[in-house]
């Protein structure tokens, strides 16, 4: 027998969390078991909780507030190796300290917390990854298995960020297809190629519900810098301000793909969010915005700083690691499979990042750094700190592409 009175619509859509009793009773009334077990288990879903791994990182500090601002303060969960800053005012959502690396760590803030998606963010950069590349295999990959394995137990979906990093010189470099050769030459590329493999492992073999995107480089406003190769494209914004000067450690010809940060957010929770029918691909999707030159951001930004000026200090490293990745994405899967299209090209994002920074420019000193939104500076350096202490089993909960790359 079909449903009645659009419980069926109530259940779907959450209306039912303050009447439960009733309304489950109704639909076990008017409906068929196998569609009430459906929309059971799809309301369950919908009513557990959201985990953040590397939640004071830079995807994480935007993540998390856009979150709690779709789902509510009480369904998301922030979590990271560094401990909250006292300072400024109190967290709006519950934290949770959490090593990766420590599986038991994870099983049990998944138990009490009754969490039902991970956005596993928690990973080590691409330079800094080519320094401790044991370090990073550690956290990258074993901190990822370990996600899984609880992912696995409870019932979670599981959230991974690949990256442009995934793929190498091999790779055709323009509108690099959604499925072509991935031999990257980088540690960090490595660990991302691997952790697309074992998500599609966790996926087929034992249905945890995987989904990942393969981000390029991201430029935010509210978290600095983090050490990536892709970061010039957001220290420049903070030197040109400063300075009307920038020294950028890539060439001026270097061109990458890249996505202003809320294009990204939106991307992970609209992937998230989508039904898993109409994915063809779970790790993970290229999404694409704009790709573009450190001279031609230079450019951009003369016109809004015409004294603006630029030069170069090459570091062979990361130039090394930008000249293996793409140029541009080709994301029309994305666009065909869940409707995905960026908002930002770089003459918008160009002149939102001027207008924020300017913004925060006449805020009391170190109010925005403390704040939950941010990542607050000193917390960073403690954290830091601590990875190096820890060695080779230390788990740094900072992801980012800019900062991730």
Request: neutral net charge; proline residues 6%; hydrophobic residues 40%.
């Amino acid at each position: 027998m079909p449903l009645k009175c659009g419980v069926a619509q109530r259940l779907e859509s959450g209306e039912l969390a303050a009447e439960t009793g009733h309304w489950l009773l109704e639909i076990v009334k008017r409906t068929d078991a196998y569609r009430f077990v459906v929309l059971l288990e799809r309301w369950i879903g919908e009513m557990r909780r959201i985990l953040v791994t590397g939640a004071l990182g830079q995807i994480g500090s935007e993540l998390v507030p856009a979150l709690r601002q779709r789902f509510g303060d009480d369904r998301i969960i922030a979590s990271d190796l560094g401990m909250v800053p006292p300072q400024g005012p109190p967290v709006r959502v519950p934290y949770e300290h959490v090593d990766c690396a420590q599986p038991h760590q994870i099983l049990e803030v998944v138990r009490r917390y009754n969490i039902g998606t991970i956005y596993h963010l928690a990973a080590l950069l691409s330079a800094v990854a080519e320094e401790k590349p044991q370090v990073a295999w550690n956290v990258n990959i074993g901190g990822l298995n370990n996600v899984l394995q609880v992912a696995r137990q409870y019932g979670c979906r599981v959230f991974f960020p690949s990256s442009i990093g995934a793929f190498g010189p091999s790779t055709p470099r323009d509108r690099t297809p959604q499925v072509t050769i991935q031999r990257p030459t980088t540690m960090y590329g490595v660990t991302k190629v691997s952790g697309e493999l074992l998500c599609d492992y966790y996926a087929s073999r034992f249905g945890v519900d995987t989904r990942g995107l393969r981000l390029p480089g991201l430029i935010s406003h509210v978290a600095p810098p983090g050490g990536g190769t892709t970061d010039y494209a957001v220290d420049i914004f903070h030197q040109a301000l400063r300075y009307k000067h920038y020294t950028c450690f890539l060439g001026p010809s270097t061109r990458l793909d890249m996505m202003y940060m809320p294009d990204a957010i939106r991307a992970m929770i609209e992937l998230m969010v989508v039904d898993a029918t109409r994915l063809r691909h779970r790790n993970a999707y290229n999404v694409a915005a704009m790709s573009f030159t450190p001279s031609e951001l230079a450019e951009r930004i003369r016109w809004h700083i015409p004294e603006f000026t630029i030069d170069y200090c090459v570091d062979p490293v990361r130039q090394a690691i930008a000249d293996s990745w793409p140029c541009s994405f080709d994301d029309t899967a994305a666009r065909e499979d869940w409707g995905w299209s960026a908002r930002f090209d770089l003459q918008a994002m160009t002149a939102d990042m001027f207008a924020q920074l300017r913004e925060k420019l006449k805020a009391p000193k170190g109010e925005l750094i403390r704040r939950w939104r941010g990542c607050d500076a000193d917390a960073k350096t403690e954290r830091d700190t601590r990875v190096e202490a820890q060695g080779a089993g230390a788990s740094r909960q900072a992801q980012g592409h800019g900062q991730h790359h």
